[in-house]
């Protein structure tokens, strides 16, 4: 909870070249959530990350790295919106 974006998407930069990196913050507080979203210039790369940094550690906290679940996709995925 303790590192910031850019620190993290430093992180993930190591593995290789970082489209986008998003982290999630409470709407409220604006604080962080402990979880974000990084987006890869390609599938290999992603895989090298899950492969390389997932349960590694940061700041005293390990890392779980994986695919981004598509919640909201499914049978209601064609209604649009």
């Not at 998003?22 to 895989?47: H, I, M, S, W, Y």
């Not at 990350?49 to 994986?66: K, Q, S, V």
Request: with cysteine; net charge negative; proline share 1%.
């Amino acid at each position: 909870y303790n590192a910031t974006e850019e620190q993290l998407e430093d992180v993930f930069r190591a593995v290789g070249q970082v489209v986008s990196f998003r982290l999630v913050k409470n709407a409220d507080t604006g604080q962080p959530k402990g979880f974000g979203f990084c987006e890869f210039r390609d599938a290999q790369t992603a895989e090298s990350a899950i492969r390389n940094l997932n349960n590694t550690e940061m700041n005293g906290r390990m890392l779980r790295i994986d695919y981004a679940s598509n919640i909201g996709e499914g049978k209601d995925r064609d209604r649009g919106g």
